[in-house]
């Protein structure tokens, strides 16, 4: 006999296929209301769909639908929207030196009048927004970040990295789930309430402190992310 649970996920999977991407699910009381069950069964079944990628659940918010259609890598947008045969295309939103503010300096041990390197891109696939990418870098770590080809494919942090050959570079990840700002949702062209997946790499040198940071904002009902 199978467990309970696996019926549930059945039939949450019949009750998404007539949903789209980015509607919320009901909730885990109203789920176990609606197919006589437990709480605890219901929350089960939803695990299993957040393993496959079906959701999205966002503490506080609740489940969304993501029905992926493919997944980008966590090393950039490009290499792995290709792969699914969609045409990748990063352009350039800005690029600038300033002085490091004070969440800068304290996240890259900067000292009083530090400059930092900000660059912000939109990556589209076959014409249409699917990501933003925000990196920011040391310029005494890496002074020639802001004369290379800022509208390269995959990921900028990555190529800037590259400026300097002999560098010894690990690379730190976190991610979370989160719906659309009402900035983001403007500059990808979706609701508010669109669930996202954010992805922040510190890059740190061999003594642990931060030299480059990059934070992708990609939309959560197309793509999954893979490391």
Known sequence: MKPKYTDIYEKLLTRLSAME??????????????????????????????????????????????????????????????????????RLFSASMELADDDAAQQFSLGAGSFIVTIERLHYGDGEPIGIEIVRVNPD???????????????????????????????????????ATNEEAEMLGVEDSCACLHVVVNMMDSHSVCVGRSHCVYMGNKYEVEF
């Open 21 to 90: 991407p980015g509607d919320q699910l009901a909730s885990e009381t109203q789920l176990s209301k609606d197919f006589h069950v437990s709480p605890m069964t219901v929350r089960r079944a939803l695990m299993l769909l957040q393993q496959e990628g079906r959701t999205i659940g966002i503490p506080g918010k609740g489940t969304f639908v993501s029905h992926r259609s493919g997944r980008v890598a966590g090393e950039g947008f490009a290499p792995a929207i290709s792969a699914n045969g969609v045409v990748p295309e990063a």
């Open 141 to 179: 770590v890496f002074p020639e970040a802001l004369r290379m080809d800022l509208t390269c494919d995959g990921s900028i942090l990555d190529h800037i990295a590259k400026t300097v050959p002999d560098g010894k570079w690990t690379k730190e990840y976190s991610i979370r789930a989160a719906l």
